[in-house]
């Protein structure tokens, strides 16, 4: 990463945004749909994470489960719980799909935070596709399994007669808002986060604030952790009520 | 861009890094947004989350809720046990209790019976001594009149013999006859 000085300038140099390239593994060509780069790096430690955690970590199967086996029963009873409870009963057999999404973005957040890493999840073409992905699965879901009832779901029959246009129109543009929201919290929060690292991390430049930017990383670093849970928790949460709307449309 | 550097350096650099990438090596502006790299990421993504989800729905996830359901099961199953071994704990105590019941009336009764039986034969020994105590005493007054009849016989004669002498010491003319019949005159008398 070019995080020196470029060159000329005594000065402080910031590139909170160098951290955020892509750029290909080997050599130096051009960036094709096809060329592993770092992100693909980082997205496939992130894969071999969940395979170490719930594949090898469970290969026991034992009733009193080892330690590894342990970590890996409480991410699924803990998913498996919010998938319930939020989307109820028919909602569980979605059940893998809100795994994947949860442990995909919760082992992105976390071993983005091994300095000199990538962070597949503050790039907005990833949250996009994981944004939209949930967008118009659920819009799909809705449709298949409630027909034109769907709809229903903009059309508030609790609300005054005058009333219930407006907030139709209200309704649908929140409806369409929702995989953008969903998207960029997450990449906004993975992105701030780093960058504000990277900004303290250039302070240390100067001597005599190195001790307080160290100190303000530390902070920082131990705020992004709970960041990178939250937004994993926030993400997979929103998913089950997207589709608890789109199995219930019902309000 | 790199404007400086030789033609061929600057084609290489501009397809390397795009519109996203400054000739040195810096970001312009933000590289999450950069569309050239779009496609890459998607590709990766949809790679990656697709192998994510058959490692789990057709590997990990059946077998945790598998497990799980077991947990479940042996957890059920034991405390079922237990719950029967306790009843059973209970039956046993409840048996146990029954049977010390019993087994204290057994003894009642067993030492009532040997006490009646030990009172019927001290019955019958003192039945048998006080007919054996009968049969002696018995026995011993006919000794006694038998003894006191010989006394009488013996006083008789004693009394004929010494009033003989004493007719003789006296100097009288004894006849056996007439003493005889005197004595026993005064003998009933």
């Known amino acids: 990463m070019a995080t020196e000085a470029d060159g000329a300038g005594t000065g402080l140099v910031f590139h909170p945004m160098d951290q955020f390239i892509v750029k290909p593994l080997f050599g130096d060509g051009p960036v094709m749909w096809y060329t592993p780069t770092n992100a693909t790096l980082w ?3 992130a894969l071999l994470c969940v395979v170490a955690l719930f594949v090898l970590g469970t290969r026991g199967r034992a009733i009193i489960p080892t330690r590894v086996q342990s970590v890996a029963e409480v991410f699924y009873g803990f998913i498996y719980k919010m998938v319930e409870d939020v989307t109820g009963h028919d909602g569980v057999k979605y059940f893998p799909w809100i795994m994947t999404l949860f442990l995909f973005v919760f082992f992105s957040n976390m071993l983005a935070l091994i300095p000199k890493a990538f962070a597949p999840t503050s790039q907005i073409a990833v949250t996009a596709v994981l944004g939209f992905g949930v967008f118009i699965a659920v819009t799909v879901i809705g449709f298949v399994k409630n027909g034109a009832a769907f709809l229903g779901m903009f059309w508030m029959k609790d609300a005054p007669l005058f009333l219930r246009p407006i907030i139709a129109v209200i ?8 995989p953008v929201s969903h998207s960029i919290r997450l990449a906004g929060n993975i992105t701030a986060g780093h960058a504000v690292v990277k900004v303290f991390a250039a302070f240390a430049g100067i001597a005599v604030i190195a001790p307080v930017s160290i100190l303000a990383i530390t902070a920082i670093y131990a705020l992004e952790v709970l960041v990178a849970v939250i937004q994993a928790y926030v993400f997979t ?5 997207y589709l608890k709307d789109a199995l219930h449309p019902a309000h | 861009m790199a404007t400086e550097t030789t033609a061929a350096d600057a084609a290489h650099s501009a397809a390397e890094a795009g519109a996203c990438v400054g000739a040195n090596g810096s970001a312009i502006g933000m590289p999450q947004l950069c569309v050239d790299w779009m496609p890459n990421q998607v590709f990766w993504l949809v790679v990656t ?3 994510i989800y058959f490692v789990l729905s057709r590997i990990a996830l059946p077998r945790i809720g598998s497990v799980l359901a077991e947990r479940q099961g042996t957890i059920s199953n034991d405390l079922a046990a237990a719950e029967e071994l306790k ?7 409840r048996a146990y209790n029954e049977a010390l019941v019993q087994a204290r009336a057994n003894a009642n009764k067993i030492v009532a019976d040997a006490k009646a039986e030990i009172q019927k034969e001290l019955d019958a020994a003192l039945a048998k001594a006080d007919a054996d105590i009968a049969a002696k005493s018995a026995e011993s007054e006919a000794r006694i009149a038998e003894i006191r009849a010989g006394a009488m016989d013996a006083v008789t004669i004693v009394a004929k013999d010494t009033a003989k002498e004493l007719v003789l010491a006296l100097g ?3 006849d056996a006859r007439a003493v005889t019949a005197a004595v026993s005159a005064r003998l009933k008398g």
């Open chain 1, 43 to 45: 997205m496939m430690i």
């Open chain 2, 49 to 51: 989350l697709v192998v």
């Open chain 2, 87 to 93: 009843l059973r704990a209970v039956e046993a105590e």
């Open chain 1, 237 to 241: 949460i929103l998913t089950c009520v």
């Open chain 1, 171 to 178: 309704e649908v543009i929140s409806y369409f808002v929702r």
């Open chain 2, 172 to 174: 009288g003319n004894a």
